[in-house]
Nanobody, 125 residues
Framework: QVQLVESGGELVQAGGSLRLSCAAS????????LGWFRQAPGKEREFVAT????????YYSTTVKGRFTISRDNAKNTVYLQMNSLQPEDTAVYYC??????????????????WGQGTQVTVSS
């Protein structure tokens, strides 16, 4: 089992920045990829970004590419999501996720075996 705990979500004004953190514990050696998803009220959970265990491969959704950066610190078993130029449409609960395999596309929640509890990001206009 892998446990994931997110932190860093808060209320921020449009144009501002936030950094989310996700600390992994347990069988972290089994993790192939770590990712961030988000879910706004009344909408489906959507892919935001992902990074492989080595940290050498990252993917971003088109809506956040150029504004968000995913990174990881393997010594701390932590993945980060630096979010810049935040907009009201970025308001959502942000979830950290970990996957054991690279078989499925990184875009689908089905590719991830473990999920955190989520952290709320609210961007005011």
């Amino acid at each position: 089992q892998v446990q994931l705990v997110e932190s860093g979500g808060e209320l921020v004004q449009a144009g501002g920045s936030l950094r989310l953190s996700c600390a992994a514990s347990g069988r972290t050696y089994s993790i192939y990829r770590l990712g961030w998803f988000r879910q706004a009220p009344g909408k489906e959970r959507e892919f935001v970004a992902t990074i492989t265990s080595s940290g050498d491969t990252t993917y971003y959704s088109t809506t956040v590419k150029g504004r968000f950066t995913i990174s990881r610190d393997n010594a701390k078993n932590t993945v980060y999501l630096q979010m810049n130029s935040l907009q009201p449409e970025d308001t959502a609960v942000y979830y950290c996720a970990a996957g054991n395999s690279g078989i499925r596309s990184h875009l689908t929640p089905l590719a991830y075996n473990y999920w955190g509890q989520g952290t709320q990001v609210t961007v005011s206009s």
